[in-house]
Protein backbone atom coordinates (compact mmCIF):
# COMPACT_ATOMS: atom_id res chain seq x y z
CA UNK A 1 0.00 0.00 0.00
CA UNK A 2 2.98 2.08 0.42
CA UNK A 3 2.38 5.38 -1.59
CA UNK A 4 -1.36 5.06 -1.56
CA UNK A 5 -3.70 7.91 -0.29
CA UNK A 6 -5.03 6.43 2.17
CA UNK A 7 -8.89 7.76 2.53
CA UNK A 8 -10.68 9.18 6.07
CA UNK A 9 -11.81 6.62 7.89
CA UNK A 10 -8.75 4.12 6.87
CA UNK A 11 -6.77 7.06 8.19
CA UNK A 12 -8.84 7.45 11.58
CA UNK A 13 -8.68 3.99 12.62
CA UNK A 14 -4.73 3.42 11.09
CA UNK A 15 -2.81 6.46 10.81
CA UNK A 16 0.21 7.38 13.25
CA UNK A 17 0.51 3.92 14.73
CA UNK A 18 2.56 1.17 13.98
CA UNK A 19 2.43 -2.19 15.69
CA UNK A 20 5.38 -3.30 15.18
CA UNK A 21 6.89 -0.67 17.28
CA UNK A 22 5.04 -1.33 19.97
CA UNK A 23 5.33 -4.84 21.05
CA UNK A 24 2.42 -6.07 18.29
CA UNK A 25 0.02 -4.54 20.60
CA UNK A 26 -2.91 -3.94 18.05
CA UNK A 27 -4.77 -1.59 20.14
CA UNK A 28 -3.06 1.46 20.94
CA UNK A 29 -0.98 1.13 24.39
CA UNK A 30 -0.73 3.36 26.78
CA UNK A 31 2.15 4.63 28.24
CA UNK A 32 1.45 5.03 31.89
CA UNK A 33 5.02 6.55 32.34
CA UNK A 34 6.04 10.34 33.77
CA UNK A 35 9.40 9.87 32.30
CA UNK A 36 11.82 7.65 30.16
CA UNK A 37 15.05 6.15 31.06
CA UNK A 38 17.80 7.84 28.92
CA UNK A 39 19.47 4.50 28.32
CA UNK A 40 23.29 5.67 28.64
CA UNK A 41 25.09 9.20 29.30
CA UNK A 42 25.52 9.26 25.49
CA UNK A 43 22.32 8.70 24.68
CA UNK A 44 20.75 11.43 27.34
CA UNK A 45 23.27 13.88 25.23
CA UNK A 46 21.69 13.27 21.84
CA UNK A 47 18.12 12.99 23.36
CA UNK A 48 18.61 16.59 25.25
CA UNK A 49 20.60 17.93 22.58
CA UNK A 50 17.59 17.01 20.00
CA UNK A 51 20.16 15.17 17.69
CA UNK A 52 18.26 12.07 18.13
CA UNK A 53 14.13 12.10 18.24
CA UNK A 54 12.97 9.97 21.40
CA UNK A 55 10.96 10.64 24.42
CA UNK A 56 12.19 12.40 27.49
CA UNK A 57 9.45 13.64 30.03
CA UNK A 58 5.56 13.08 29.30
CA UNK A 59 4.91 17.15 30.16
CA UNK A 60 6.76 17.34 26.49
CA UNK A 61 5.93 13.89 24.46
CA UNK A 62 4.72 10.83 25.07
CA UNK A 63 4.16 7.70 22.50
CA UNK A 64 -0.07 7.10 23.16
CA UNK A 65 -0.04 11.10 22.62
CA UNK A 66 1.93 10.89 19.73
CA UNK A 67 -0.43 8.45 18.38
CA UNK A 68 -3.19 11.28 18.57
CA UNK A 69 -1.34 13.93 17.34
CA UNK A 70 -0.44 12.15 14.40
CA UNK A 71 -3.36 10.94 13.75
CA UNK A 72 -4.69 14.11 13.80
CA UNK A 73 -2.28 15.40 11.85
CA UNK A 74 -3.11 12.78 9.19
CA UNK A 75 -7.19 13.31 9.19
CA UNK A 76 -6.12 17.16 8.49
CA UNK A 77 -3.14 16.56 5.68
CA UNK A 78 -1.55 18.16 8.30
CA UNK A 79 2.54 18.37 9.14
CA UNK A 80 2.52 18.18 12.69
CA UNK A 81 0.06 18.60 15.61
CA UNK A 82 0.51 18.87 19.69
CA UNK A 83 -1.98 17.44 21.77
CA UNK A 84 -2.77 19.65 25.33
CA UNK A 85 -4.72 18.80 28.15
CA UNK A 86 -7.87 20.80 27.09
CA UNK A 87 -9.31 23.00 24.15
CA UNK A 88 -8.55 26.09 26.14
CA UNK A 89 -5.23 25.21 26.32
CA UNK A 90 -4.95 24.44 22.68
CA UNK A 91 -6.66 28.24 21.90
CA UNK A 92 -4.52 29.98 24.46
CA UNK A 93 -0.92 28.21 23.38
CA UNK A 94 -1.82 28.49 19.42
CA UNK A 95 -2.22 32.22 20.34
CA UNK A 96 0.32 33.03 22.63
CA UNK A 97 2.81 31.58 20.34
CA UNK A 98 1.92 34.00 17.42
CA UNK A 99 1.23 37.01 19.50
CA UNK A 100 3.26 36.94 21.87
CA UNK A 101 5.24 39.87 22.93
CA UNK A 102 2.14 42.52 22.37
CA UNK A 103 0.37 41.26 19.44
CA UNK A 104 -2.77 41.55 18.52
CA UNK A 105 -5.95 39.14 17.47
CA UNK A 106 -8.34 40.10 15.01
CA UNK A 107 -11.21 37.99 15.36
CA UNK A 108 -15.41 38.01 14.95
CA UNK A 109 -17.56 37.83 18.38
CA UNK A 110 -19.20 34.56 17.63
CA UNK A 111 -16.97 32.32 19.34
CA UNK A 112 -16.91 30.10 22.32
CA UNK A 113 -18.00 31.91 25.15
CA UNK A 114 -14.79 30.96 27.21
CA UNK A 115 -12.87 31.96 24.31
CA UNK A 116 -14.38 35.04 23.85
CA UNK A 117 -13.97 36.07 27.64
CA UNK A 118 -10.53 34.94 27.65
CA UNK A 119 -9.09 37.03 24.27
CA UNK A 120 -11.13 40.12 25.16
CA UNK A 121 -10.60 40.16 29.29
CA UNK A 122 -7.37 37.84 30.05
CA UNK A 123 -5.23 38.59 27.57
CA UNK A 124 -4.95 42.01 27.27
CA UNK A 125 -3.45 41.22 30.97
CA UNK A 126 -0.53 39.79 29.03
CA UNK A 127 -0.18 42.60 26.78
CA UNK A 128 -1.97 40.66 24.03
CA UNK A 129 -4.94 42.57 22.50
CA UNK A 130 -7.76 41.68 20.06
CA UNK A 131 -10.10 43.22 17.59
CA UNK A 132 -13.46 42.34 17.04
CA UNK A 133 -14.56 42.86 13.30
CA UNK A 134 -17.65 44.69 12.69
CA UNK A 135 -19.70 42.78 10.12
CA UNK A 136 -18.26 38.81 10.55
CA UNK A 137 -20.28 38.30 7.76
CA UNK A 138 -18.20 40.83 5.95
CA UNK A 139 -14.34 39.70 4.70
CA UNK A 140 -13.11 43.51 4.29
CA UNK A 141 -14.35 43.90 7.62
CA UNK A 142 -11.17 41.50 8.26
CA UNK A 143 -9.38 43.77 6.42
CA UNK A 144 -10.69 47.02 8.29
CA UNK A 145 -9.47 45.43 11.25
CA UNK A 146 -5.50 44.26 10.92
CA UNK A 147 -3.55 46.53 11.94
CA UNK A 148 0.25 46.55 11.75
CA UNK A 149 0.52 44.88 14.83
CA UNK A 150 -1.83 42.41 14.36
CA UNK A 151 -0.41 38.76 14.20
CA UNK A 152 -3.23 36.36 13.34
CA UNK A 153 -6.93 35.72 12.03
CA UNK A 154 -9.06 33.74 14.22
CA UNK A 155 -12.37 31.77 13.43
CA UNK A 156 -14.32 29.13 14.50
CA UNK A 157 -15.35 26.97 11.47
CA UNK A 158 -19.24 26.52 12.41
CA UNK A 159 -19.70 29.08 15.52
CA UNK A 160 -20.95 28.18 18.84
CA UNK A 161 -23.71 28.00 19.83
CA UNK A 162 -25.90 29.04 16.36
CA UNK A 163 -24.35 26.86 13.74
CA UNK A 164 -23.23 30.34 11.64
CA UNK A 165 -20.50 30.02 8.59
CA UNK A 166 -18.05 32.74 7.43
CA UNK A 167 -16.59 32.89 4.01
CA UNK A 168 -13.95 31.31 5.34
CA UNK A 169 -11.45 31.05 1.81
CA UNK A 170 -12.53 34.77 1.60
CA UNK A 171 -11.49 35.57 5.31
CA UNK A 172 -8.39 33.44 4.42
CA UNK A 173 -7.29 35.56 1.48
CA UNK A 174 -7.47 38.65 3.86
CA UNK A 175 -4.97 36.85 6.22
CA UNK A 176 -2.98 35.75 3.49
CA UNK A 177 -2.59 39.18 1.59
CA UNK A 178 -1.34 40.48 5.00
CA UNK A 179 1.03 38.10 5.86
CA UNK A 180 -1.28 36.24 8.33
CA UNK A 181 -2.27 33.09 9.18
CA UNK A 182 -5.38 31.95 9.57
CA UNK A 183 -6.21 29.84 12.59
CA UNK A 184 -9.23 28.03 12.63
CA UNK A 185 -11.19 26.74 15.58
CA UNK A 186 -12.76 23.39 14.04
CA UNK A 187 -14.07 21.98 17.15
CA UNK A 188 -17.69 21.91 15.42
CA UNK A 189 -16.59 21.36 12.31
CA UNK A 190 -14.00 18.26 12.69
CA UNK A 191 -11.37 17.22 10.19
CA UNK A 192 -14.61 15.13 9.02
CA UNK A 193 -16.62 17.62 8.20
CA UNK A 194 -14.07 20.48 6.87
CA UNK A 195 -11.02 20.32 5.15
CA UNK A 196 -9.46 23.68 6.78
CA UNK A 197 -6.36 23.70 5.14
CA UNK A 198 -7.92 22.74 1.81
CA UNK A 199 -10.01 25.96 2.38
CA UNK A 200 -7.07 28.58 3.46
CA UNK A 201 -6.38 27.56 7.03
CA UNK A 202 -2.74 27.99 8.66
CA UNK A 203 -3.48 26.50 11.84
CA UNK A 204 -6.24 24.31 13.12
CA UNK A 205 -7.56 24.37 16.70
CA UNK A 206 -9.43 21.59 18.17
CA UNK A 207 -11.43 21.29 21.15
CA UNK A 208 -10.98 17.03 21.40
CA UNK A 209 -13.53 17.03 24.57
CA UNK A 210 -16.08 17.58 21.89
CA UNK A 211 -17.03 15.35 18.77
CA UNK A 212 -13.39 14.15 18.58
CA UNK A 213 -13.46 12.21 22.06
CA UNK A 214 -17.04 11.61 21.20
CA UNK A 215 -18.44 10.26 24.33
CA UNK A 216 -18.34 13.09 26.77
CA UNK A 217 -15.47 11.04 28.97
CA UNK A 218 -12.67 13.69 28.58
CA UNK A 219 -10.86 16.70 28.29
CA UNK A 220 -8.21 17.27 25.79
CA UNK A 221 -7.05 19.95 22.82
CA UNK A 222 -5.07 20.13 19.59
CA UNK A 223 -3.28 22.32 17.50
CA UNK A 224 -2.20 21.23 13.93
CA UNK A 225 -0.38 22.86 11.47
CA UNK A 226 0.43 22.34 7.80
CA UNK A 227 4.09 23.65 7.30
CA UNK A 228 3.13 25.94 4.66
CA UNK A 229 2.82 29.56 6.19
CA UNK A 230 5.59 31.71 5.76
CA UNK A 231 6.75 32.46 9.10
CA UNK A 232 9.83 34.12 7.96
CA UNK A 233 8.08 37.36 6.78
CA UNK A 234 9.51 39.80 9.22
CA UNK A 235 5.70 39.46 11.42
CA UNK A 236 7.09 36.30 13.41
CA UNK A 237 10.82 37.31 14.83
CA UNK A 238 10.34 34.75 17.40
CA UNK A 239 10.28 31.88 15.08
CA UNK A 240 13.75 32.93 13.63
CA UNK A 241 15.59 34.28 16.74
CA UNK A 242 18.36 31.57 17.27
CA UNK A 243 17.92 30.05 20.38
CA UNK A 244 20.78 28.44 22.86
CA UNK A 245 18.41 25.20 23.55
CA UNK A 246 18.44 24.48 20.09
CA UNK A 247 22.45 24.81 19.38
CA UNK A 248 24.30 22.57 17.19
CA UNK A 249 26.15 20.12 19.95
CA UNK A 250 29.24 20.13 17.75
CA UNK A 251 29.41 23.56 17.18
CA UNK A 252 27.62 25.48 20.09
CA UNK A 253 26.47 27.55 17.13
CA UNK A 254 22.95 28.58 18.24
CA UNK A 255 19.38 28.33 15.52
CA UNK A 256 16.08 28.87 15.40
CA UNK A 257 13.18 26.82 15.41
CA UNK A 258 12.74 27.51 11.56
CA UNK A 259 15.99 26.13 10.76
CA UNK A 260 15.72 22.81 13.15
CA UNK A 261 11.71 22.16 12.36
CA UNK A 262 11.07 23.40 9.19
CA UNK A 263 8.21 20.95 8.69
CA UNK A 264 6.33 21.74 11.92
CA UNK A 265 7.63 25.26 13.44
CA UNK A 266 4.63 25.70 14.81
CA UNK A 267 3.75 22.92 16.92
CA UNK A 268 6.77 22.28 17.66
CA UNK A 269 7.71 25.46 18.75
CA UNK A 270 4.09 25.58 20.97
CA UNK A 271 5.56 22.30 22.25
CA UNK A 272 8.94 22.97 23.26
CA UNK A 273 8.01 26.49 24.35
CA UNK A 274 4.04 26.46 25.97
CA UNK A 275 3.98 22.86 26.36
CA UNK A 276 6.63 22.60 28.59
CA UNK A 277 6.76 25.53 30.53
CA UNK A 278 3.04 26.33 30.95
CA UNK A 279 2.90 22.83 31.18
CA UNK A 280 -0.80 21.87 29.94
CA UNK A 281 -0.26 18.13 28.86
CA UNK A 282 -2.18 15.54 28.12
CA UNK A 283 -2.56 12.76 30.13
CA UNK A 284 -1.83 9.21 28.46
CA UNK A 285 -4.95 7.50 29.44
CA UNK A 286 -7.24 10.52 28.14
CA UNK A 287 -5.35 10.29 24.80
CA UNK A 288 -5.76 6.69 24.49
CA UNK A 289 -10.06 7.49 25.17
CA UNK A 290 -9.72 10.25 22.31
CA UNK A 291 -8.37 7.72 19.84
CA UNK A 292 -11.04 5.15 20.63
CA UNK A 293 -13.20 8.01 19.55
CA UNK A 294 -11.92 9.13 16.75
CA UNK A 295 -11.96 5.16 15.35
CA UNK A 296 -15.82 6.15 14.89
CA UNK A 297 -15.87 9.84 14.29
CA UNK A 298 -17.22 9.97 10.60
CA UNK A 299 -19.93 6.93 11.73
CA UNK A 300 -21.12 9.26 14.97
CA UNK A 301 -21.07 12.57 13.42
CA UNK A 302 -23.22 10.66 9.96
CA UNK A 303 -25.60 9.39 12.06
CA UNK A 304 -25.79 12.58 14.27
CA UNK A 305 -26.35 15.20 11.44
CA UNK A 306 -28.87 12.66 10.03
CA UNK A 307 -30.79 13.08 13.17
CA UNK A 308 -30.19 16.94 13.61
CA UNK A 309 -31.46 17.25 10.31
CA UNK A 310 -35.09 15.61 11.40
CA UNK A 311 -35.40 17.60 14.53
CA UNK A 312 -34.80 21.16 12.74
CA UNK A 313 -37.26 20.05 10.49
CA UNK A 314 -39.67 19.38 13.42
CA UNK A 315 -38.49 22.31 15.55
CA UNK A 316 -39.29 24.64 12.32
CA UNK A 317 -42.76 23.51 12.15
CA UNK A 318 -43.32 24.07 15.76
CA UNK A 319 -44.95 26.83 16.83
CA UNK A 320 -43.54 27.09 20.68
CA UNK A 321 -40.26 28.04 18.34
CA UNK A 322 -39.22 31.22 17.39
CA UNK A 323 -36.12 30.86 15.28
CA UNK A 324 -33.51 27.43 13.96
CA UNK A 325 -30.09 29.38 13.54
CA UNK A 326 -29.13 25.95 11.33
CA UNK A 327 -27.60 25.79 8.00
CA UNK A 328 -30.11 23.19 6.64
CA UNK A 329 -32.99 25.82 8.08
CA UNK A 330 -35.40 27.72 5.98
CA UNK A 331 -34.22 30.78 4.73
CA UNK A 332 -30.97 30.21 6.42
CA UNK A 333 -28.35 33.25 5.50
CA UNK A 334 -25.65 30.52 6.09
CA UNK A 335 -27.15 27.79 3.35
CA UNK A 336 -24.81 28.63 0.42
CA UNK A 337 -21.56 28.82 2.33
CA UNK A 338 -22.60 25.86 4.41
CA UNK A 339 -23.04 23.66 0.71
CA UNK A 340 -19.71 24.89 -0.42
CA UNK A 341 -17.42 24.36 3.31
CA UNK A 342 -19.35 21.52 4.63
CA UNK A 343 -20.82 19.18 1.64
CA UNK A 344 -21.38 16.39 4.12
CA UNK A 345 -23.66 18.40 6.39
CA UNK A 346 -23.18 21.42 8.77
CA UNK A 347 -23.22 19.70 12.00
CA UNK A 348 -25.43 18.51 14.39
CA UNK A 349 -24.97 21.64 16.66
CA UNK A 350 -27.03 24.58 16.45
CA UNK A 351 -29.36 26.66 18.23
CA UNK A 352 -33.15 27.61 18.60
CA UNK A 353 -35.58 30.78 20.15
CA UNK A 354 -37.93 29.27 22.29
CA UNK A 355 -41.19 31.52 22.63
CA UNK A 356 -42.22 32.00 25.99
CA UNK A 357 -41.18 33.55 28.92
CA UNK A 358 -38.51 32.88 31.55
CA UNK A 359 -40.45 30.76 33.54
CA UNK A 360 -41.87 28.27 30.65
CA UNK A 361 -37.79 28.26 29.19
CA UNK A 362 -37.26 27.03 32.91
CA UNK A 363 -39.50 24.74 32.89
CA UNK A 364 -38.92 23.42 29.50
CA UNK A 365 -35.54 22.46 30.34
CA UNK A 366 -36.64 20.98 33.51
CA UNK A 367 -38.89 18.56 31.87
CA UNK A 368 -36.59 17.14 29.11
CA UNK A 369 -36.05 13.37 30.12
CA UNK A 370 -33.70 12.03 27.29
CA UNK A 371 -31.49 15.25 26.46
CA UNK A 372 -28.60 16.35 29.39
CA UNK A 373 -28.98 19.35 30.68
CA UNK A 374 -24.95 20.20 30.34
CA UNK A 375 -22.61 22.30 29.09
CA UNK A 376 -20.69 20.14 26.16
CA UNK A 377 -21.31 19.19 22.69
CA UNK A 378 -20.55 16.26 20.55
CA UNK A 379 -21.43 13.68 23.07
CA UNK A 380 -23.08 10.66 21.80
CA UNK A 381 -25.85 11.94 24.18
CA UNK A 382 -28.17 14.38 23.00
CA UNK A 383 -27.81 17.30 24.73
CA UNK A 384 -29.46 20.92 25.41
CA UNK A 385 -28.47 24.12 27.20
CA UNK A 386 -30.01 27.44 27.78
CA UNK A 387 -26.01 29.30 26.08
CA UNK A 388 -27.00 32.87 27.45
CA UNK A 389 -27.01 32.09 31.13
CA UNK A 390 -24.26 29.30 30.83
CA UNK A 391 -21.80 28.60 27.93
CA UNK A 392 -21.91 32.40 27.15
CA UNK A 393 -22.71 33.27 30.28
CA UNK A 394 -19.61 35.01 31.12
CA UNK A 395 -20.74 37.58 28.25
CA UNK A 396 -22.76 40.60 29.05
CA UNK A 397 -25.69 41.50 27.55
CA UNK A 398 -24.18 43.85 25.20
CA UNK A 399 -21.32 41.49 24.40
CA UNK A 400 -24.19 38.51 23.75
CA UNK A 401 -25.78 40.64 21.27
CA UNK A 402 -22.74 40.89 19.25
CA UNK A 403 -22.26 37.41 19.45
CA UNK A 404 -25.70 37.03 17.95
CA UNK A 405 -26.87 35.37 21.48
CA UNK A 406 -30.46 36.56 22.47
CA UNK A 407 -31.62 35.58 25.63
CA UNK A 408 -34.01 32.92 24.05
CA UNK A 409 -31.59 30.62 22.24
CA UNK A 410 -31.69 27.10 23.68
CA UNK A 411 -28.38 25.11 22.04
CA UNK A 412 -28.43 21.86 20.95
CA UNK A 413 -26.17 18.87 20.66
CA UNK A 414 -27.76 15.95 18.98
CA UNK A 415 -26.45 12.19 19.59
CA UNK A 416 -27.18 8.96 18.30
CA UNK A 417 -30.11 8.12 20.04
CA UNK A 418 -33.76 7.41 18.03
CA UNK A 419 -34.90 10.75 16.23
CA UNK A 420 -38.19 9.70 17.09
CA UNK A 421 -37.15 9.72 20.87
CA UNK A 422 -35.49 12.68 21.21
CA UNK A 423 -37.95 14.22 19.23
CA UNK A 424 -40.60 13.18 21.43
CA UNK A 425 -39.03 14.19 24.57
CA UNK A 426 -39.07 17.54 23.01
CA UNK A 427 -42.97 17.17 22.26
CA UNK A 428 -43.31 16.29 25.91
CA UNK A 429 -41.28 19.32 27.46
CA UNK A 430 -42.83 21.82 25.36
CA UNK A 431 -46.32 20.53 26.57
CA UNK A 432 -45.42 20.90 29.99
CA UNK A 433 -43.34 24.35 29.89
CA UNK A 434 -46.74 25.59 28.02
CA UNK A 435 -48.90 23.31 30.60
CA UNK A 436 -52.68 25.74 30.40
CA UNK A 437 -51.63 28.30 28.09
CA UNK A 438 -52.33 29.35 24.85
CA UNK A 439 -49.22 30.40 22.07
C1 LIG B 1 -15.44 25.97 19.74
C2 LIG B 1 -14.77 25.66 21.05
N1 LIG B 1 -13.45 25.89 21.19
C3 LIG B 1 -12.81 25.64 22.36
C4 LIG B 1 -13.49 25.16 23.45
C5 LIG B 1 -12.75 24.89 24.74
O1 LIG B 1 -12.55 23.52 24.87
P1 LIG B 1 -12.34 22.72 26.25
O2 LIG B 1 -13.65 22.74 26.95
O3 LIG B 1 -11.89 21.37 25.80
O4 LIG B 1 -11.29 23.45 27.01
C6 LIG B 1 -14.86 24.90 23.34
C7 LIG B 1 -15.60 24.38 24.53
O5 LIG B 1 -16.81 24.38 24.55
C8 LIG B 1 -15.52 25.15 22.11
O6 LIG B 1 -16.83 24.92 21.96
Sequence with gaps: MAGKKLGFDTLKVRAGYDSSEHNYAVAVPIYQTASYDLGSVERGEKLFGMEEAGYLYTRIGNPTV?????????????????????????????LLNLAEGGGRIVTTPQLYGGTFDA????????????????????????????????KAVLIESISNPNATVLDIEAIAAVAHDNGLPLVV???????????????????????????????????????????????SNGKFPHFEQPQYLLREQSTGRERSILEVFPEAP????????????FGASLSPFDAFLLLQGIETLSERITKQIS???RIVDYLQNNDKVSWVSHPAAEGNPYKALAEKYFPKGASSIFSFGFKGNEEQLKAFLNAVELFSYHANVGDARS????????THGELNAEE????????????????????????????????????????
Design 383 to 390: LIINSPKT
Design 119 to 150: IKHLFPKFGIHVDFVEDSDDPESFRQAIGPDT
Design 307 to 309: NAL
Design 266 to 277: FTTRARLSYLAY
Design 185 to 231: DNTFGTPYLFDSFAHGADIIIYSATKAIGGHGTTIGGVIVENGEFDW
Design 400 to 439: QALAGISPETIRLSIGLEDAEDLIDDLEQAFAKAFVGTLV
Design 66 to 94: SVLEQRLAALDHGSGAVAVASGMAAVTYA
